[in-house]
């Protein structure tokens, strides 16, 4: 089982859908969580971090936590096509380095 | 956000030669710095672990003969690659810990490698 699990995609949605991109880890004593947007050629930009479960909201993306379930989210609404690219959801278990995920593509459609 | 710089951008070379990418934290202290290599439509692998003051360490597979890292102080880390061949052109990428934001991990813009 990988650390770290998202669906390779591509997730194809239309311009001013939401798109809702997941993720699952295996550790469950993981703190800390984060969504990275990785355009083709470009390095990671980080989106988002959530530690506590729930959601949490900025602007058109929002993250949800679910630590009984090891499940993480990115909702991103109103999608629009500067937002195709993929995303990696990467998890920091008990030691100091993040795990990736191996990404989501995302394919936004004007 | 904290911002990571990386230079150069891109760079050719012949194979057999020696090459050096800097990875530099701009506005923050960064006592760890990661070293990542992603091959195109690959995700991203950690190459090592860079901290400062101390041996880098590298990840499983990884050679740290060809890949020498020095982490000589809170804002400067620096990848060789020694001798490359072609196989080792690739996109290299840093990141760093900034642990005033609760530890999030910032990237660099990414070193493009082509061993001719």
């Known amino acids: 089982q990988k650390e770290v699990e998202q669906n390779s995609g591509p997730l194809s949605v239309p311009e001013g859908a939401i798109a809702s991109l997941n993720c699952t880890y295996s550790d469950r004593g993981s703190q800390s969580f984060f969504w990275y947007r990785q355009y083709s050629g470009k390095s990671p930009e980080l989106i988002m971090f959530?530690?506590?479960?729930g959601d949490k909201e900025d602007g058109r993306f929002t993250a949800q936590l679910n630590k009984a379930s090891q499940y993480v989210s990115l909702l991103i609404r109103d999608s629009q096509p500067s937002d195709s690219a993929t995303y990696l959801c990467a998890v920091r278990p008990r030691r100091d380095k993040l795990v990736f995920g191996a990404g989501t593509i995302l394919r936004v459609k004007s | 956000g904290a911002v990571v710089s990386q230079h150069p951008s891109r760079v050719i070379c012949k194979s057999g030669t020696s090459v050096k990418i800097e990875c530099r934290s701009l506005?923050?202290?960064?006592?760890?710095m990661f070293w990542y290599r992603q091959f195109p439509k690959q995700s991203l692998m950690l190459m090592a672990t860079?901290?400062?003051?101390?041996?880098?360490?590298?990840e499983q597979g990884v050679e740290k003969d060809k890949f020498l890292i020095n982490h000589a102080s809170l804002t400067l880390s620096t990848l060789t690659v020694t001798s490359a061949h072609p196989e080792d052109s690739s996109f290299y990428i840093c990141?760093?810990?900034?642990?005033?934001?609760?530890?999030?991990?910032?990237f660099g813009p990414g070193t493009r490698l082509l061993v001719l």
């Open positions: 506005d923050f202290q960064a006592t760890t």
């Open positions: 990141s760093a810990i900034s642990g005033g934001q609760g530890e999030t991990q910032y």
């Open positions: 959530i530690y506590s479960n």
């Open positions: 860079s901290n400062e003051g101390s041996k880098a360490t590298y």
